[in-house]
């Protein structure tokens, strides 16, 4: 499984565009990428994947470079309630088309008033 | 579907005793994860299913630890004999496999146990 890199925390305010970039420079050819967010008190939950270019969806968007090597997640006008724990995954298909989720630290993303 | 359905929500225990962690899968899916969670550690994942088989139990921390899957609606996670390292919330969650590639994991509230 690819290694990947978040910052470990990151602060913003309400209204602002947040960007959070992941490393993972051994990508693999067959390897996605998957965002989750996780809320205190609650399991992860699925944001948003991609392979290459721009994925984006009502909640965020995901931009891939060319190499693939890293991958920023945008949150467009962030609120208090998107204060939350982000995490970066990357890993291979296996034959049945899914993926093995192993969690990384995570970005702790604050939101302030 | 009411999601992924763990039990209990919360439980102490001394240290010595047998914990069984119960989940029931979102029906229809054919992965099973259990996951444990620490400041310390983060999210680690344990063992998954697929089909009700132990696909890579590499993540079980070791033998005090096994996971069972008896049927597709249902999990077990065994601590025995439990100690106080082992206090953590855990996670179950549960995915289908399929044409679309795309793949979303869901989460239960989890267990949050604590040895004593």
């Known amino acids: 499984l690819a290694k990947t890199t978040q910052p470990i925390s990151m602060d913003s305010y309400e209204g602002q565009e947040v960007n959070i970039t992941c490393s993972h420079n051994n990508i693999a050819t067959n390897d996605y990428i998957t965002w989750y967010q996780q809320f205190p008190s609650q399991g992860p939950r699925f944001i948003i994947q991609g392979y290459k270019t721009k994925v984006t969806n009502e909640v965020a968007s995901l931009f891939i470079p060319a190499d693939r090597k890293s991958s920023t997640l945008s949150l467009p006008r962030v609120s208090l309630s998107d204060t939350a724990v982000y995490y970066c995954l990357v890993g291979d298909f296996m034959n049945t088309g899914f993926q093995k989720l192993v969690f990384g630290t995570g970005t702790r993303l604050l939101v302030s008033p | 579907d009411a999601g992924v359905i763990q039990s209990p929500r919360h439980e102490v225990t001394e240290m010595g005793q047998e914990v069984t962690l119960r989940c029931k899968p979102i029906s229809g899916h054919d992965y099973l994860f259990w996951y444990r969670q620490t400041m310390m550690r983060g999210l680690e994942l344990l063992i998954y299913?697929?089909?009700?088989?132990?696909?890579?139990d590499s993540g079980m921390p070791e033998d005090r630890f096994s996971a069972k899957m008896p049927n597709a609606s249902f999990s077990t996670l065994k601590i025995q004999p439990s100690e106080p390292r082992d206090s953590a919330v855990y996670f179950c969650?549960?995915?289908?496999?399929?044409?679309?590639?795309?793949?979303?994991?869901?989460f239960g509230q989890g267990t949050r146990l604590t040895v004593v």
């Open positions: 299913f697929n089909n009700n088989v132990p696909i890579d």
């Open positions: 969650a549960s995915s289908e496999s399929g044409g679309t590639r795309r793949t979303e994991a869901f």
